[in-house]
């Protein structure tokens, strides 16, 4: 543990900006299927005979480009997931360019828990996902997270890894500071 982390919770307080992040390995994986899909339609286009006809050719070419390009996107963009907690707001980011992006002031948080069994499963796979009697969630990977309560009644639920210590954070923000404490 480092010391900056231990002295902050030797005296029951938190660092100015808390940071966490989860990633998911697997997503990788996908993404190279992706890849070999984007490769399949580049060598179609390249070496195929042309003798079958233009269109199914062609759309053999396009589509095996575009699903791959939609799969490449799509992983990425949920290899990984960033939390970050300040005085005002909670913001969560994905993938490497930080979309898709939410950000919560922490006057509209009603209380956080902590949840020790995420899965993707439970909200229907990988990403940014949303279920009418759930709520919100992004999920990149099984394991723990954080469920938000909104004060507008909905949740948001994030995988991170140290979710523990993200909802102790979250939670002492969202406490009125005690008469003496600065």
């Not at 994986?29 to 399949?40: E, I, M, W």
């Not at 580049?42 to 939609?70: E, K, N, Q, R, Y």
């Not at 439970?122 to 969630?137: F, Q, S, V």
């Not at 939670?171 to 009125?176: I, S």
Request: hydrophobic share 45%; net charge positive.
């Amino acid at each position: 543990m480092p010391m900056r982390e231990q002295s902050h919770r030797e005296h029951g307080t938190h660092p100015e900006v808390w940071t966490g992040r989860a990633t998911n390995r697997a997503q990788w994986l996908l993404a190279l299927v992706g890849a070999a899909c984007v490769a399949l339609g580049i060598g179609l286009a390249v070496d195929s005979a042309w003798h079958s006809g233009v269109v199914p050719l062609a759309m053999s070419v396009v589509g095996c480009i575009a699903a791959g390009l939609l799969v490449i996107c799509g992983t990425l963009a949920f290899v990984h997931v960033a939390m970050r907690v300040d005085k005002e707001a909670l913001e969560v980011r994905c993938g490497h360019m930080g979309l898709p992006r939410r950000r919560i002031p922490l006057s509209h948080i009603a209380g956080a828990e902590f949840a020790p069994h995420v899965t993707p499963r439970h909200w229907g796979g990988w990403g940014y996902r949303w279920l009418p009697e759930k709520g919100t969630a992004v999920v990149v990977r099984r394991g723990e997270g954080v469920v938000l309560r909104l004060w507008d009644g909905h949740t948001f639920t994030v995988t991170i890894d140290n979710a523990e210590t993200a909802v102790r954070v979250i939670r002492d923000r969202l406490r009125p500071p005690a008469s003496g404490r600065t």
